[in-house]
């Protein structure tokens, strides 16, 4: 199973389309994540063009319209593997502590995260956690990214520069 993951899109503050990379990567995933700070419902369309099973939790900069469609944190089955989306919050040093207590009684194998914009692709105490970093705002960010996740058997991720 192949998985594209994507975070702070920012949509409606830094442009009004994803970038062409990320829709033409995402037509070859199963399933995409988008780990919140859409800030517009309309990065959900433009997402299913690629990939229809898509997946989203709302963030901090998310507008109500965006928080009465999705949930704040959610647990995805893929196979024999499960993965816990969540924005995040708080201060980038204490995030992974932050996400790691979110879902300290959810038996996951995969956290997927964004809020930092920064990359992260990291596993402790037996659990991965990934932050694509921010596909489109470079607040924050070293530079823009998203992320591919494979489960053959075993947990392959990787983050892709823009």
Partial sequence: MKIGVISDTHIADTTTAIP???LQDFKNVDMVLHAGDLTDL???EQLKKSCPHITAVYGN???SDVREKLPEKKIIKAGNYKIGLMHGA??????VEFMARAFKDDNVDIIVFGHSHRPLNEEKEGILFFNP???MDKVYAPYNS???IELNGKIEAKIIKL
């Fill in 20 to 22: 062409a990379k990320i």
């Fill in 42 to 44: 309309n990065v959900i």
């Fill in 61 to 63: 900069m998310d507008s």
């Fill in 90 to 95: 708080g201060a980038p040093a204490q995030l």
């Fill in 133 to 135: 970093g921010s596909a």
């Fill in 146 to 148: 998203y992320g591919i």
